[in-house]
């Protein structure tokens, strides 16, 4: 409302900031989920989820546990054909980067005892014709591999 | 009506891919999802058939916007 005026008598008058105050905001898509389980083949990269279309990821998680190391997997996202993050769990904890959107893919577990392992997917990434998570089993195994994505189509 | 496709998801979930598409109904600002099919190869023609069949339109109907490549 501008000067005391309801919307339908006068308009947004940006010029004069006759406004107290402007919220401006993106206007994406509804916000869409991705699940599943999938038992992993060994020595090859595995497609988890696939996206055609353009959109901006809102966050995500990779996870496992096996009987044996993953340490060498690698949670994978493609944007645009493009291969974000090749770096595995083990890399991943190695050097620390566990903070969302320092790297497209963080670690959040690292468990080499137990083996447990989790990765969280980026928040902010846009695409602009295709989206890709994938995992890239180098440990000659076949683990059950555990996944969300969160994300919008514009 | 005016279908326009906003992307088309591949998932796999329990050893099954599955397919489904999100479209916008008449420039509406919520999207719809729907499955196409388990296990099934994806083709340009099969969606829009698919889309055809079931909003009852034709494929002039369908809006397909370039970025959208499979």
């Known amino acids: 409302m501008a000067a005391g005026l309801p919307d339908y008598i006068r308009g947004m008058d940006v010029i004069l900031q006759a406004l107290a105050e402007l919220i401006v905001r993106p206007k994406y898509g509804t916000a869409l989920l991705e699940s599943g389980t999938l038992g992993v083949t060994a020595n090859i990269d595995n497609t988890l989820v696939e996206v055609a279309g353009k959109g901006m990821i809102y966050g995500g998680a990779v996870w496992l546990d096996d009987t044996n190391s993953q340490a060498n997997g690698e949670v994978r996202l493609w944007a645009d054909d493009v291969d974000l993050s090749p770096l595995s769990f083990l890399r991943l904890i190695d050097y620390g980067i566990n903070k969302p959107r320092t ?4 670690i959040n577990v690292y468990n080499n005892v137990d083996f447990i392992y989790s990765a969280g997917i980026s928040y902010g990434i846009t695409f602009e014709s295709k989206l890709k998570i994938s995992y890239d089993e180098n440990n000659g195994r076949t683990p059950t591999v555990h996944y969300r994505l969160v994300y919008t189509l514009i | 009506m005016l ?4 992307g088309i998801v591949q998932y796999y979930d329990q050893g099954h891919k599955f397919v489904d598409v999100v479209v916008i109904e008449d420039q509406d600002v919520k ?29 002039g109907d369908i809006v397909w916007p370039g970025h959208i490549k499979l």
């Open chain 1, 103 to 106: 790297w497209p893919v963080t």
């Open chain 2, 3 to 6: 279908i326009e496709l906003k």
């Open chain 2, 31 to 59: 999207s719809q999802r729907h499955r196409v099919g388990v296990d099934i190869e994806v083709s340009h023609g099969k969606i829009i058939t698919f889309l055809s069949e079931l909003y009852g339109v034709t494929p």
